[in-house]
């Protein structure tokens, strides 16, 4: 069990670019999600997934924001056209989720973005 | 939504000092957990307690759930102990787990 990981883990880009980030979960995890931290911030809930299917989203995640979880495994997050307010870490999580037991997430080490 | 408060905000300690961090919470809750986040950003869970009381080692944890309180102690803290501890909370029972965290308590431990 090698936890959740991201890449990249620091990410410098220049307004209007794109940005995708990839989060792997922990193995045999079935949900995995989303969040974004700002400085001196608690981290705030973006989105989940259950397998491969995306089954909420936050207000936060306006329409330049989109995450996948292609065959239930890895997770990108992709933003389009960046603004400076997107300037965060943003932290993956992963649970394994059954029926009638405790579901704990195992946070990343995050994604620091800057845009400049 | 579920609001989550925590204080102190800030905490500097002595080595080798105790203390009682607290967390606050507006609803019932399924699950709580506390963390820690080091310098480099890395959330660390310390517990899951969304009731009862843990211990692990010099750390322990409290959750009264009808009170809607949680309380975080360390003992004996050492310099790796700073940090920012947070207190997370999800209410719904079958749904995704959705944290919400509370502000953080930044705690700072000198040799």
């Known amino acids: 069990d090698t936890g959740v990981s991201q890449d990249p883990r620091h990410k410098i880009t220049k307004r209007g670019q794109n940005v995708t980030f990839r989060c792997d979960p922990i193995?045999?995890?079935?949900?995995l999600y989303w969040y974004r931290q700002t400085l001196g911030q608690g981290p705030e809930f973006l989105t989940y997934?259950?397998?491969?299917?995306?089954?909420?989203k936050s207000r936060l995640l306006s329409d330049r924001f989109s995450a996948e979880r292609p065959k239930g495994s890895f997770s990108t997050l992709e933003i389009q056209r960046t603004e400076q307010g997107d300037s965060a870490m943003y932290l993956c999580?992963?649970?394994?989720?059954?029926?009638?037991?405790?579901?704990?997430?195992?946070f990343g080490p995050g994604t620091r973005l800057l845009v400049l | 939504g579920i609001q989550v408060e925590q204080s102190p905000p800030d905490l500097i300690l002595q080595e080798g000092a105790n203390s009682t961090l607290r967390c606050n919470f507006s609803d019932s809750v399924n699950n709580l957990q506390w963390f820690h986040q080091n310098p480099w950003g890395q959330l660390i869970n310390l517990f899951y307690?969304?009731?009862g009381t843990k211990q692990n080692g010099r750390l322990s944890a409290t959750t009264v759930a009808t009170e809607r309180y949680s309380l975080l102690y360390i003992s004996s803290s050492q310099t790796t102990d700073s940090g920012v501890y947070f207190c997370?909370?999800?209410?719904?029972?079958?749904?995704?787990?959705?944290?919400?965290f509370g502000g953080g308590t930044r705690v700072l431990v000198k040799p």
């Open positions: 997934f259950q397998n491969e299917a995306q089954l909420e």
């Open positions: 999580a992963s649970s394994l989720r059954l029926a009638g037991t405790q579901e704990t997430q195992y």
């Open positions: 997370a909370v999800d209410e719904r029972a079958a749904a995704g787990n959705k944290l919400t």
């Open positions: 193995s045999e995890h079935n949900r």
């Open positions: 307690i969304p009731s």
